[in-house]
Structures are given as C-alpha cells and as structure tokens.
C-alpha cells in the first residue's frame, strides 16, 4: 500500500560543494583569528614574533626566576641539573651567535670586565604614570650604588629631530675627537632600529626613516660605543647589520602593554673602558 521511497533518495550535488564551502570558510575563520593573535600581540609588546629568534625567547623564559619555580615543579627528577643544563644549551647557542644580527632578549650576554667599576648608572623609561613602580625602579637603582639616573621619556610618537638638534649632535661628537673619552653612549626616546619591532623613528613618518639612517651611519663614523633607547616596552641587545652598531632598548617601568616583568637597566662602566648593560627587574 505504501512505497519505498529509498531508492529514489540520491545526495544532492551541492552537497559536496556546501561541505567545501564550510571547511573553507572554517580554514578562513582560523587564519583572520591567528591574524587577529599576531597583530594584537605585536602592538602589545611592540616585538613581531615572525622575526623574534625562538632560543633568544626560550633563554628570556629560563633566566626567569618565576618560571624556574614553576619548572622545578613539574620535574620530579633532578630539576636542579635538568634545568641548569637546559640553560647552559641555551647560552651555549646564544654565545656562538652573539656576533649576529640576532636579537637577544633578557640579560645582556656580554663579558663582565675584571677591571674596578669606574661608576654606575641607570636607566629609565616609559613609566606612563606607574609613579608606584617608578618608585621602586628609583630606590633600586640607588641602592645599586648607581651615580645618576637617566630618563628616556614616555614618547610613543617620536617626530624625529630638527636642524638645530641634529646640528647639536654633530657638534658634541665632533667634540669627542678632541677630548677622546672611553665610551660614547647616545640615548634617546625611541630606537633608530630593531630587527623585530616597529616602534622605531620612522614608524609614523616614513621621512623620517632616512633621519635615522643618517644619524645611524654617523654615529659610527664618530665610534659610538652604544645607543640605548626605549619605547619598545622589551629588553632587546643587537646590533644594526649595516654598520654592526651596538644597540639596546630598556624594558618599560610600567606593567601596561608590556610583555615583560617591569624592568629598567643599570649601566656598569669600568676604568679600562668596557661597561656592561644590566637588564634590571624591579623587585
């Protein structure tokens, strides 16, 4: 009395085409959300993890006395040793390439010098109002011994510098090959490069990118010792592969958009002339 009708049931043939659509659309929705990760990650902390060495980061994560605690933790055998050879790969492999234009995050890997601490100082930046961390930073720093502090600002659109500034500049290095001090040391509110992050002079104003490489070949040329800059919210040492001038960016006192513990840096000068850059977490 009634009629199969199963026999008549065929799949449509926008069936397959639907079930693409959907896988492709899904692959879309994943990529616009990594997308979404990488940008708000860059702009967060300033440092494009595309170009971030992974070892340079793996070494940050372990120098880190936080997660130390959390690694000795979990390892139920030996975790003392486990860990202390997992960072001696890591300096290992750092020091090898410590030459290239890598960049190397966390403490600075250059050699301690034997010679008496001439002085110290500190550095400073990107406070945004944390006055509470700003405090500390302060006390910190005088604690260390530190002669006197530095402040490199808060700027985060930096215009670059007119006729007069960089008339200045030329004149003050000009000078330094008469009295031939030790060391130069320029410092300024943003960095005139990084391989990683794009807060650098220029970012605003494309103009100003032929400033920065202006100022970047000059500053060789007068045997700067380093360039220590902030804004970045990211303790970065590297160096500019064109002229293979040294570089650093001090972390941010402020926790706000920092990818890192606050921090700041003090400088050790000894009397051969060497000095070293400390990466300083405020405690």
Request: hydrophobic letters at 40%; glycine letters at 4%.
């Amino acid at each position: 009395m009634f009629r199969s009708y199963e026999g008549r049931r065929s799949s449509s043939p926008l069936k397959p085409l639907f079930s693409l659509f959907r896988l492709i659309l899904s692959f879309v929705i994943m990529a616009v959300l990594l997308l979404g990760i990488y940008q708000a990650y860059k702009s967060f902390s300033g440092i494009d993890p595309l170009k971030a060495d992974p070892k340079a980061i793996f070494a940050n994560i372990l120098s880190s006395d936080e997660a130390y605690k959390l690694i000795t933790g979990i390892f139920t055998l030996s975790p003392n040793q486990s860990l202390d050879q997992a960072k001696k790969l890591i300096k290992k492999d750092l020091t090898a390439n410590n030459d290239s234009n890598a960049t190397i995050l966390g403490k600075t890997s250059k050699p301690v010098s034997s010679s008496p601490v001439a002085f110290k100082f500190a550095v400073v930046t990107d406070s945004h109002n944390d006055n509470q961390d700003l405090a500390k930073a302060l006390n910190q720093a005088k604690d260390a011994g530190v002669k006197f502090i530095i402040g490199l600002g808060d700027s985060d659109n930096y215009l670059g510098i007119d006729e007069l500034e960089e008339s200045w500049i030329k004149d003050e290095l000009n000078r330094t090959q008469t009295d031939k001090p030790k060391l130069i040391f320029v410092l300024t509110s943003s960095p005139f490069f990084h391989p990683s992050s794009d807060h650098i002079m220029g970012k605003l104003d494309p103009k100003l990118r032929a400033q920065a490489e202006r100022l970047i070949n000059l500053f060789k040329e007068s045997n700067v010792s380093e360039v220590i800059a902030g804004d970045t919210h990211f303790y970065t040492s590297y160096s500019e592969p064109k002229t293979n001038l040294k570089m650093t960016t001090v972390g941010a006192i402020t926790s706000s958009r920092n990818a890192q513990a606050p921090r700041f840096a003090i400088v050790d000068v000894f009397e051969d002339g060497s000095y070293n850059i400390q990466d300083t977490e405020i405690k």
